[in-house]
């Protein structure tokens, strides 16, 4: 049940960039959405902790910059570039540029942390330029500048994420992470999205889905819910289910399909099409980036859309040797 459920979750994940353009497209800025979604992620997860585990609000006082950090910039400069990158870019092409984060991770422990890697990254590098540069075709410079500008300082910032957060909050739980860091970057970006010019009535007027469904009409308030809801915390809690039946490295290949199911539901529904020399272009990305996701000697993944919707899931080393030794015992 493990691969099903990172695979659900890969697929919603992966469905909901589409969603965000919709909702972008019918009239909502960029920062609007951004803060419509922290917002509703911090008060589902902060619902069910409380249910769950009210202990879990408390956090050690040493930790409270870092959790600044990360809300500020690991959830809210992501959120933000990402939404700013789909407006611009293919939705499939703005979550490729997202997932040079896993490279990102990669080469700094190497070099800063002086963590040991594999020599399959240097591999996956030069897939990942070669493939990029087949996918931007720049000869042609087809693709906007600006949007593959934000793509990046999306990576960026979920490289900032998971760096700090995989050394630095190991021992938080992952909804109670969830919860303050969404907590954060609403605030932040309440000061500038400009939340307080949209009338009520916006979110009741029925908007065009676009694309090949532009006939069905359905209100705003109901492609924001699939946002927060079906896009963003369903998956997560798939994730987290997927994690505790499969290694980390496993779950971080699997999540890669992300980027295949951003690419076939934009193309599908917004009719994003790639010619064929981009898709060859995109599969040699995403095959440089799953060897990326093998090439640390520390188990952990890094999956964009964990930190982008409802927090990420940092699975340190023991935790999963002792998810591999309980599958052991288990095994006949």
Do not use: C
Not at 209 to 223: D, F, I, K, T
Not at 236 to 249: E, G, M, N, V
Request: glycine fraction near 8%; charge should be neutral; proline fraction near 4%.
């Amino acid at each position: 049940m493990g691969y099903f459920y990172a695979l659900l979750a890969a697929f919603l994940f992966g469905a909901n960039g589409s969603v965000s353009k919709v909702i972008i497209e019918s009239g909502l800025s960029a920062l609007q959405l951004t803060q419509m979604r922290v917002l509703g992620a911090a008060i589902i997860s902060g619902l069910v902790l409380l249910i769950l585990d009210r202990r879990s609000f408390r956090l050690p006082a040493r930790q409270w910059p870092v959790i600044l950090v990360l809300g500020v910039v690991g959830v809210g400069l992501l959120q933000a570039t990402y939404a700013f990158a789909i407006e611009l870019l293919p939705v499939g092409i703005a979550l490729l540029l997202e997932y040079l984060a896993v490279l990102i991770v990669a080469v700094v422990a190497f070099f800063f942390f002086k963590e040991k890697v594999h020599i399959r990254l240097w591999l996956a590098i030069a897939l990942v330029i070669a493939g990029l540069i087949v996918v931007a075709e720049i000869w042609t410079s087809t693709l906007n500048p600006i949007g593959v500008f934000w793509g990046l300082a999306a990576a960026i910032a979920l490289a900032t994420y998971f760096l700090v957060g995989e050394r630095q909050l190991k021992t938080i739980s992952p909804l109670a992470l969830s919860f303050w860091t969404m907590t954060i970057a609403s605030i932040f970006w309440s000061a500038f999205s400009g939340w307080w010019t949209l009338a009520p009535s916006t979110f009741v007027t029925p908007v065009t889905l676009g694309g090949s469904l532009e006939n069905v009409y359905v209100p705003v308030w109901a492609l924001v819910g699939w946002n927060v809801i079906l896009g963003s915390f369903a998956p997560f809690l798939l994730s987290l289910s997927a994690l505790k039946r499969l290694s980390a490295t496993a779950a971080g290949i699997v999540a890669t399909s992300e980027i295949v199911f951003a690419f076939i539901t934009a193309w599908l529904w917004l009719q994003e099409a790639l010619n064929t020399l981009q898709v060859i272009g995109a599969a040699i990305v995403l095959g440089g980036i799953v060897i990326a996701q093998t090439a640390r000697t520390s188990d952990v993944v890094v999956k964009a859309d964990l930190a982008l919707e409802t927090g990420p899931i940092i699975l340190p080393l023991d935790m999963t040797e002792e998810n591999n030794k309980r599958r052991q015992h288990s095994a006949p």
